[in-house]
């Protein structure tokens, strides 16, 4: 029997890989563990939360002794490690939030598997989500980041990232821990924390809200339906070779503005509202320091290698997401007031 830790489970896209875990996988005893920052949201996990196979953990992944004893009690033999601080802006104004959960925490990780698998490696997976932003930005439009990219973070999220991708070959080359990392292109899809693009877009739309771009809204950025980024990294745990990295994404750029006229165009028709209402809102603000101007994945690697690509093309994953915000208002409504936070208790606490 395999027993997962999955960090960061309750978030955006952990959710979606705890969901497909728990269901693709039942002989797996799934660990969904969680330190529920304002990301980590129960209620993405509330389809799956009464699974034999699904257990839910809170715990720090900056607390080494209690991820020592978490190692400890449960035996993990695989972890599935996203947990993050995971927003740009929020890394700009607080950088050492990022150090401390993407950096330390990451080392904490690493620390706890060595230890608890010394001697015993045979079979054993740690695999760190990571992200294309260790790579820079790229300005030729015929450039792509490859996995032989030379890092170049220039936010403190992705140097935190970078820092943390690093750590993991360095447990690789150093200890022999069996590690495997991706870099992966910007997600959308359910259950997306309205601070983002994409969802940010569609709270404002819906309640007629202004639309903030930033700059001139020329930034691109390569969207992947966050289910399929769960379903490569079901491929990459299972298949991916030990050491390795592989690059994940849509070959799918979009300029920022031309996707807000997208998502206009798209909830316009939704909401019945005449065509052109929602382009009205859109307002053009001061720029995000050193905002990266383009991140593009070339995927070949995982494509060819694994077999892996996506599945769904963008008009449906937008139309799907979309589709899931409106039928969703809840989720929506007890993100934004603050509802969310009190799932916990109402649940587990005292449990
Ligand atoms: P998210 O912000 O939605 O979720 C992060 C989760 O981690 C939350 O549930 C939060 O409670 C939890 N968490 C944060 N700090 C923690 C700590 N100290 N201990 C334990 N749990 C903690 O993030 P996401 O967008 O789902 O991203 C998940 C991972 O994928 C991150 O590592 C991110 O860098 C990476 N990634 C994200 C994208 C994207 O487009 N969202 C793309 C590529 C890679
Ligand atoms: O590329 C992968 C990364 O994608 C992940 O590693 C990060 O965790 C994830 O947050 C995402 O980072 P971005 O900074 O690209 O995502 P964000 O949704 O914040 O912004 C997308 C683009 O839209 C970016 O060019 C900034 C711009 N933007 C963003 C917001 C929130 C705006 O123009 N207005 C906004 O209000």
Known sequence: MKKLV??????????????LFVNKYPDYQIYNL???????????????ASAPNYHFIKADITDAEHIDALFAEHQFDGVLHLAAESHVDRSITDPLAFVRTNVIGTVNLLQAAKKHWAGKMEGKRFYHISTDEVYGELHDPKEFFLETTSYDPRSPYSASKASSDHFVRAYHETYGLPTVITNCSNNYGPNHFPEKLIPLMIHNIIHHKPLPVYGKGENVRDWL??????????????????????????????K??????????IMDEKLGRPAGTSVQLITYVTDRAGHDLRYAIDANKIMKELGWEPSLQFAEGLEKTVNWYLENEKWLNDVTSGDYQ????KNYAGR
């Open 6 to 19: 999955i960090t960061g489970g309750a978030g955006f896209i952990g959710s979606h890989v705890v969901r």
């Open 34 to 48: 969680d330190a529920l920052t304002y990301a980590g949201n129960l209620a993405n996990n509330e389809d799956v």
């Open 225 to 254: 339906f966050v289910i399929d980024h769960a379903r490569a990294i079901d491929t990459v745990f299972h298949d991916g070779k030990i050491g390795e990295t592989y690059n994940i994404g849509g070959f799918n750029e979009w």
């Open 256 to 265: 920022n503005i031309d996707l807000v006229h997208l998502l206009c165009k």
């Open 342 to 345: 009190k799932y916990y208790e």
